[in-house]
C-alpha cells in the first residue's frame, strides 16, 4: 500500500519539466541503486532526470543501467525539482548543495538515524531496510512499470544495505519485496558476485596491507587499521578498493567497534561499523558524521594520529555508555 509521502512526490516528479537526483559523498550501493532507479522511472514519463556524484561511482555498480551517465560536476541551470538522496544534511551531497538549494522544489529522502529535516518534502524512514525500499514505493505512485533494469538498481541498493539480507535491518517486507524484485529480472547473484567476490589484484593487496596493520584496544573490544596514499601507491589500488575492508575488523571475535581511517583530499574519512548494541552513528555524529546503528562514517580534517586519537576516545565512551 502507497502512503502519502511517495503519493506527494510522485504527483511532484510528474509535473516537473526535470529533476536532478543527488547522492551523498562516497556513494554506497543503496545510494546509487535508488538514485538510478528513480531516474529511470522518472525518464519513462518523459521527465528529464539527471543523477549527480560528487565521488563518481564505485567500479562494482559501473555496470548499472544508466550508471554511465552519471555527472560528478552539478549542471549550471537550477532545476524545477531536485531529490537529495540519502542525505542527512544538504552538505552531504558535496558540490551539488548549492544546485540542490536552487532548485524550485527540493525533496529529501532518507533512513539515516538522523537527519536535519530540510527540503520542501522530507521523506524520512528509519524503519526502511534500504532507501531503495522507499524509492520503490515512490515508483509504484509513478505507475512506471518495474523492468529488469529498475529491479537490479532496486536489488542493488536492498542487498548492498542489508549485507546480502544478513543485517538486523532485515524485515518480511524486505524479502518479499526482493523476491518480486528477481520476478521483474534482477539477478541477486551477478550483484554479489560484482560487489562481494570481485577484487582487483591491487585491492587484494592493499586488504593484506590493511589488515597487517590491525591494532585492538586492550580489551579487545576495539580494532582500527589505517589506509594512507602511501599504501594505495604500493599496492596499486584505488581508492574505491577500501570497501569491505572494515566489515572484516568486525568479525574479530570479541570486537565490538571497528574502524577504518583513510586519507582523503577533504580529510581523514573514517568508516564504523559495530555491534551488540554499539552505536556507530551516534559515534560518528560526535565528529559530524552519521549513518546507521551498525554502520556510519564522518570526515575530519587533520593529521592521520589526531582523527585516530579522537575517534577512539568517542568509542570508549560509547561503550561505556552501554
Known sequence: MTTTLPLQI??????????????????????????????????????????????GVPEAFLDLPGADQIVSTPPVQAFATAVAMECSTIERSGVFADA??????????DHHLSNAGYGHVVYWDKGAAAVGEMVTEIIRALGTPIDAGIAQCL????????GVFRFTNVTPHTLRLAAELV?????????????YETRSPGGLRLLGMALAAVRLSADGRVAWTTVTP??????????????????MLRQIRGVKVALMFESTADGIRASI?????????????????????????FTL??????????????????????
Open 100 to 109: 540542490l538549494k536552487r532548485a524550485g522544489t527540493l525533496i529529501n529522502i
Open 230 to 247: 602511501e599504501m594505495l601507491a604500493a599496492s596499486g589500488a584505488r581508492p574505491e578498493d577500501t570497501t569491505g575492508i572494515v566489515g
Open 155 to 162: 536489488l542493488a541498493a536492498i542487498v548492498t544495505d542489508t
Open 273 to 297: 561499523r559495530s555491534r551488540d548494541g554499539a552505536r556507530s552513528n551516534v559515534i560518528a555524529e560526535t565528529l559530524g558524521g552519521g549513518g546507521h546503528q551498525a554502520a556510519a562514517g
Open 183 to 195: 520476478e521483474a529480472g534482477g539477478s541477486i547473484h551477478r550483484l554479489v558476485e560484482r560487489v
Open 301 to 322: 580534517a587533520g593529521s592521520m594520529s589526531d582523527v585516530v586519537g579522537k575517534t577512539l576516545l568517542e568509542v570508549e565512551k560509547e561503550l561505556r555508555a552501554q
Open 10 to 55: 510522485a504527483t511532484t516528479l510528474r509535473k516537473s519539466p526535470d529533476v536532478l537526483i543527488a547522492c551523498h559523498v562516497a556513494p554506497d550501493g543503496d545510494c546509487i541503486g535508488a538514485s538510478l532507479a528513480l531516474a529511470r522511472a522518472t525518464s519513462r514519463l518523459g521527465v528529464r532526470a539527471v543523477v549527480g556524484s560528487a565521488d
